[in-house]
T-cell receptor, first 115, second 114 residues
Framework: GAGVSQTPSNKVTEKGKYVELRCDPISGHTALYWYRQSLGQGPEFLIYFQGTGAADDSGLPNDRFFAVRPEGSVSTLKIQRTERGDSAVYLC?????????????FGNGTRLTVT | AQTVTQSQPEMSVQEAETVTLSCTYDTSESNYYLFWYKQPPSRQMILVIRQEAYKQQNATENRFSVNFQKAAKSFSLKISDSQLGDTAMYFCAFRDNYGQNFVFGPGTRLSVLP
């Protein structure tokens, strides 16, 4: 079946602009995660959804970052007033269950470059 | 908070040889789950292998196996008969029994040389 889909694959924006990153999880996966990965580093947790609600948003770095999942499927990560430090690859992953050994299934990520 | 450490930033191995990537973690929990993920240049993270802490037997998946030492909080990945396609970043990840989140290590860049 189809895997996790992220669009766009690359996004270049100017400092101060607003961006939206989209994630379409695997059908039937109730848990959805956003991670941020800087060059040469491991994924850093941002936010996690169980269904429509954000179960844990403790990783969002500040109030410029916000994410939604209104129908419990597709999610959008929104970044306001972008800064050069926001440049990174943003990874989305989904999981059949939010417990135990249920693994994360990742998309290909969106590379965000803020100029 | 749990932490995951991978002490080898880069490693290389000759094709067909065996290589071991190290991972240690810190937790006060007794039940948890450990994972190894591979990230090739294409950027997509792919699950390699997983281990439940309550299982004493080490997990194996074809050429990939782990050495899980619970007392030492160590979870190393062994790749046998290395292939050029194994060239990638490898990340160790931890999830405890109560948390939904995965904690990832900083990664090891593995190069398989022809």
């Amino acid at each position: 079946g189809a895997g996790v889909s992220q669009t766009p694959s690359n996004k270049v924006t100017e400092k101060g602009k607003y961006v939206e990153l989209r994630c379409d999880p695997i059908s039937g996966h109730t848990a959805l995660y956003w991670y941020r990965q800087s060059l040469g580093q491991g994924p850093e947790f941002l936010i996690y959804f169980q269904g429509t609600g954000a179960a844990d948003d403790s990783g969002l770095p500040n109030d410029r970052f916000f994410a939604v999942r209104p129908e419990g499927s597709v999610s959008t990560l929104k970044i306001q007033r972008t800064e050069r430090g926001d440049s990174a690859v943003y990874l989305c992953a989904s999981s059949l269950r939010d417990r135990g050994n249920s693994p994360l299934h990742f998309g290909n990520g969106t590379r965000l470059t803020v100029t | 908070a749990q932490t995951v450490t991978q002490s080898q930033p880069e490693m290389s191995v000759q094709e067909a040889e065996t290589v071991t990537l190290s991972c240690t973690y810190d937790t006060s929990e007794s039940n948890y789950y450990l994972f190894w993920y591979k990230q090739p240049p294409s950027r997509q993270m792919i699950l390699v292998i997983r281990q439940e802490a309550y299982k004493q037997q080490n997990a194996t998946e074809n050429r990939f196996s782990v050495n899980f030492q619970k007392a030492a909080k160590s979870f190393s990945l062994k790749i046998s008969d290395s292939q050029l396609g194994d060239t990638a970043m490898y990340f160790c990840a931890f999830r405890d029994n109560y948390g939904q989140n995965f904690v990832f290590g900083p990664g090891t860049r593995l190069s398989v040389l022809p």
